[in-house]
């Protein structure tokens, strides 16, 4: 490989709240292994940090616009890794975070109270951040078929949304924590729903990047005019390269009436302001590097998902999980584990940070026997952990 995915960063007392500020704490004689929060353990691409020095040599730092290669460098980003063939500057703005973006869009599509439609087991970010701002979470289940795959219930979704005089649906596409991966036809159905009761979206597009083995990512406005107009689709390149401490977010909306509301709804506040390293990381991310750099590391995340996906299948009895098509996040279900073991999820986690395996409580994601781990750790580590996990968890 080009690139080092194999090293392993000490990362305390670097701004990481992965290892200083960790859910629990090893008993003496484990190190920490940061399976929780969802930031990787690798270096990034070396050309991001290459322009953000060449910015910080010049020593002014005063008001400034984004340029024409930023948005040069998200059309063109696009375009390549989804097949976006008609974005344009004048269809990208700027967000500090997905989750702003979400509430922004929120601001203008609803009032006050009002019920959202997502999906469960839902991202608590989603969570804090929509009930934080007033509405109140609606969650339709997403149901496991006979293969093993996360899928949307379709009756339910339209169901709620008639009950709940629902108007705005956040989707999550990949889902996290479920890591799935939606096919064209489950949006286009999905979307057709939406019309029929002219529900608009907000699409959270933040893993895009991040897809395993095959699949492939579509993007949601792609697949009707309905969807091309009454989407508000939000990416950000903090979760493929790690950026999430440099703050920027984008969304693209095609439809103006509906761009110029949530632009002027994400500017009451005037500090939905972008840092002038962040719009040179993100350039410095959307080079040809990047592109090297992401399609490796999405091969190592792949290896790393088969991996655990494949030794809980074989030993860790009465856990279950779905094999991700995307993200770097496993979601367990430890139902039947934990009643066979007359065993508490408080008491099972604890077992794992006491062995240095860091892994993050699911029940705020609505899973109420649920595990998310974050596998975008080198494999080296990834070995460790599940066999720690043999030797003294399960």
């Not at 949601?220 to 493929?240: C, F, I, N, W």
Request: aromatic share 12%; glycine share 6%; with cysteine.
């Amino acid at each position: 490989m080009t690139y080092d995915f194999t090293t392993i960063m000490d990362r305390h007392g670097k701004d990481a709240i992965a290892v200083d500020n960790a859910p629990g704490t090893p008993k003496e004689g484990f190190d920490a292994i940061p399976m929780w929060v969802a930031d990787m353990n690798f270096a990034t691409v070396p050309t991001i940090q290459q322009e953000i020095i060449k910015r910080v040599e010049h020593p002014a730092f005063g008001y400034f616009r984004p340029t024409e290669a930023y948005y040069q460098s998200i059309i063109d980003w696009q375009k390549s890794r989804n097949g976006v063939t008609d974005l344009k500057a004048e269809n990208i703005g700027y967000e500090n975070g997905v989750l702003g973006g979400v509430v922004s869009a929120l601001g203008v599509l609803c009032s006050k109270g009002d019920n959202i439609l997502v999906h469960s087991p839902t991202y608590i970010g989603f969570t804090k951040s929509v009930e934080g701002a007033g509405y109140h979470l609606v969650g339709s289940p997403l149901k496991l078929d006979e293969n093993n795959i996360w899928r949307m219930d379709y009756v339910d979704m339209e169901n709620k949304i008639v009950e709940k005089n629902i108007h705005v649906a956040i989707f999550c596409s990949p889902h996290n924590p479920c890591g799935r991966v939606w096919e064209k036809e489950e949006i286009v159905k999905a979307m057709e729903i939406f019309e029929k009761h002219h529900v608009y979206v907000i699409s959270d597009e933040i893993w895009s990047d991040l897809i395993l083995f095959d699949n492939h990512h579509v993007p949601t406005q792609s697949v009707s005019d309905y969807a091309r107009e009454h989407t508000v689709a939000l990416y950000a390149p903090s979760k493929t390269f790690n950026l999430a401490g440099l703050i920027g977010s984008y969304h693209i909306i095609y439809n103006s009436w509906l761009k110029d509301r949530v632009e002027k709804e994400s500017s009451n506040c005037h500090y939905n302001s972008m840092n002038v390293l962040s719009m040179h990381a993100l350039i410095g991310a959307y080079m040809p590097e990047g592109h090297v750099w992401l399609d490796e590391l999405r091969q190592v995340l792949s290896e790393n998902i088969d991996y655990a996906y494949n030794y809980i299948v074989e030993n860790f009895k009465g856990v279950k999980l779905s094999k991700p098509q995307g993200t770097y996040m496993l979601f367990l279900d430890c139902t039947d584990w934990c009643k066979e073991h007359n065993c508490s999820m408080d008491e099972l986690l604890q077992k794992g940070w006491d062995v240095g395996v860091i892994w993050q409580d699911g029940r705020p994601f609505h899973g109420e026997y649920g595990i998310r781990m974050n596998l975008a750790v080198p494999h080296s580590r990834v070995v460790e952990a599940f066999d720690r996990l043999t030797r003294y968890v399960f």
